[in-house]
């Protein structure tokens, strides 16, 4: 019975609370306005966080958690010394560097305890050819960790086996994007494609992996999909060995002038291998491991720090810490919005008292309590913030796909923000009702009934 007297009393008092909102559209609209650009901002923001949190979450899966990346350095101008010659011009004398190169990678792998395994890259910008089809391509010289370091996985077909690495064998692994282009509608196992003068047998086809340009800019990450993988001994054998000392000079004498500075030509990229990638056993050895290879680099390449030592999950959480801060600017901004949102509800119900003032007295005359008043005046709040709340979730998923559209920034909408901005909308009409709706029912009857 209670149940029902009160059930009765809430219907009552919504019906009441939205005959007034109706009788006042424009001034409800204009005071749920807050609330609509906090609730839109709200989901805008938690769907911003939750696309950074994605990208980084798959960023992190295409660099790897524990690995060090070392890349080459061609040349280095500060590492040149001077010193006179017979003739008394000056001779830039460079350090001699044997370069990143294979001895690197075992001394790497056999003599650092907290190495898990080390994956060296050789890459060539080139072309492959089938059926009269040219495209470009990059030619990768890898080792069977490569896959493992850069958690790609054989779609298709397999991997190079121990006798394929070692005897240097023509096979390779491609990436879907060029056997879509070469093998149109068809697979490519087992089928010879000609890259740059060789040709290779196709054994293995990589799964497509998703790599956003962002992803590509920020960590030097190549599109794996649109790559041509063979064994680096294949590589070295049948295509290029940067090792293999060229018969040009050492030195020239510039402008033909006796006694005039000589100057060493340049070696160009002398270093074997183009990127080599370390993974250790824990998270916690990266700073440690990388401070011993590049102590261990420099010492092998003549003092000369001719290579790069860089730790990509650091660069991830520079980023991530960046993206946090724009979100936090974004929770301040819509924070500002409901608080706003609230005030003006806040405002609307205060002035609605005061022109309400004789029909507050007369209701209380009759027989309604002041749990009565306060309950009608909440109910007119909490309306109010609802439906700023659901224009503003409507806003704020367009919003997002907008943002999305216009800036490639990837927003993922959740029920679990949009329940969120429900509650809030709600908890903001309760919160700045409540003081009002006790200014209503503080009244006494008889001075609000002879209220003019």
């Not at 149109?184 to 196992?189: I, V």
């Not at 224009?391 to 943002?403: D, E, H, K, V």
Request: charged share 20%; proline share 2%; aromatic share 6%.
């Amino acid at each position: 019975m209670i149940d029902k007297i009160l059930l009765e009393q809430i219907k009552s008092n919504l019906n009441e609370a939205i005959r007034v909102i109706l009788a006042n559209k424009i001034r409800t609209f204009l005071t749920a306005l807050g609330i609509i650009f906090g609730v839109a901002a709200v989901i805008t923001m938690l769907a911003i966080g939750k696309g950074a949190e994605k990208e980084i979450l798959a960023q992190l899966e295409l660099v790897g958690v524990n690995n060090i990346v070392v890349t080459p350095i061609p040349e280095k101008a500060e590492e040149n010394d001077s010193e006179e010659n017979e003739d008394g011009g000056s001779m830039e004398i460079k350090r001699f560097s044997k370069g990143l190169d294979l001895l690197d990678v075992s001394s790497i792998q056999n003599n650092i305890s907290t190495v898990k395994q080390v994956s060296p890259e050789i890459i060539l910008e080139t072309y492959v050819i089938n059926a009269g089809k040219q495209n470009s391509v990059k030619l990768i010289g890898v080792t069977n960790a490569f896959f493992k370091t850069s958690n790609i996985n054989i779609g298709r077909g397999r991997n190079f086996s121990e006798k394929q690495s070692t005897h240097a064998m023509p096979v390779c692994v491609i990436g879907e994007k060029v056997e879509k282009k070469l093998f149109t509608g068809e697979s490519a196992l087992g089928k010879q494609i000609k890259v740059k003068d060789v040709w290779l047998k196709v054994i293995g086809v990589i799964e497509e992996k998703l790599i956003s340009e962002t992803a590509q800019e920020n960590l030097g990450i190549r599109d794996l999909n649109q790559d041509v993988f063979i064994p680096i001994k294949t590589f070295l054998v049948r295509y290029k060995d940067r090792k293999v000392i060229s018969d040009q000079p050492d030195y020239n004498q510039v402008n033909g002038q006796q006694g005039g500075p000589k100057k060493r030509i340049s070696r160009g990229n002398y270093h074997q291998i183009d990127k080599l990638t370390v993974q250790v056993n824990n998270s916690n050895e990266l700073k440690a491991t990388a401070e011993v290879i590049s102590k261990m680099l420099r010492r092998k390449h003549n003092g000369m720090l001719d290579f790069e030592i860089t730790i990509p999950i650091n660069l991830l959480k520079q980023q991530q810490k960046t993206k946090q801060i724009f979100n936090i600017v974004l929770s301040i901004i819509a924070g500002i919005s409901l608080l706003i949102g609230g005030i003006g509800i806040m405002n609307i119900m205060l002035a609605s008292i005061l022109e309400r003032t004789k029909e507050i007295g007369i209701m209380r005359a009759i027989g309604a309590t002041r749990q009565d008043i306060i309950l009608q005046f909440l109910s007119e709040s909490v309306l109010i913030s609802l439906g700023g709340g659901f224009l503003g979730i409507f806003l704020g998923i367009i919003a997002s796909y907008g943002l999305q559209l216009a800036t490639d920034i990837e927003t993922i909408i959740t029920v679990g923000s949009i329940a969120l901005s429900f509650f809030v909308a709600t908890f903001i009409g309760l919160l700045f009702g409540v003081f009002p709706a006790k200014a209503a029912a503080s009244k006494s009857p008889i001075e609000a009934i002879r209220h003019e």
